[in-house]
């Protein structure tokens, strides 16, 4: 059974840092295309980053230069460093393997003073 949990959302100030895991069981991160999206209130659910099981990786344009997505194959676990969050960053944040289309039950980001 695949399951994929999400950790460190949280309270942080414009300008902070935050950095989220995914914790993958069930399937292995290295071999598949793992991705990080959003969903802010009122509001679609986006994309916001990509790592390919090449990884390659990729980004919405509203994140560049400020978020990275990363792994670390020992851990199975898919990684989005964050820097120079906005109060338009604050959403909760899901992961989520493309070929089988599995999600995570997300993590809430809230970015205020």
């Known amino acids: 059974q695949v399951q994929l949990v999400e950790s460190g959302g949280g309270l942080v100030q414009p300008g902070g840092s935050l950095t989220l895991s995914c914790a993958a069981s069930?399937?292995?991160?290295?071999?598949?295309?793992m991705g990080w999206f959003r969903q802010a209130p009122g509001k679609e659910r986006e994309l916001v980053a990509v790592i390919t099981r090449r990884g390659y990786t990729n980004y919405a344009d509203s994140v560049k230069g400020r978020f990275t997505i990363s792994r670390d194959n020992a851990k199975n676990t898919v990684y989005l460093q964050m820097t120079s969050l906005k109060s338009e960053d604050t959403a909760v944040y899901y992961c989520?393997?493309?070929?089988?289309?599995?999600w995570g039950k997300g993590t809430l980001v809230t970015v205020s003073s």
């Open positions: 069930g399937l292995i991160v290295s071999i598949n295309d």
């Open positions: 989520h393997e493309d070929r089988g289309n599995y």
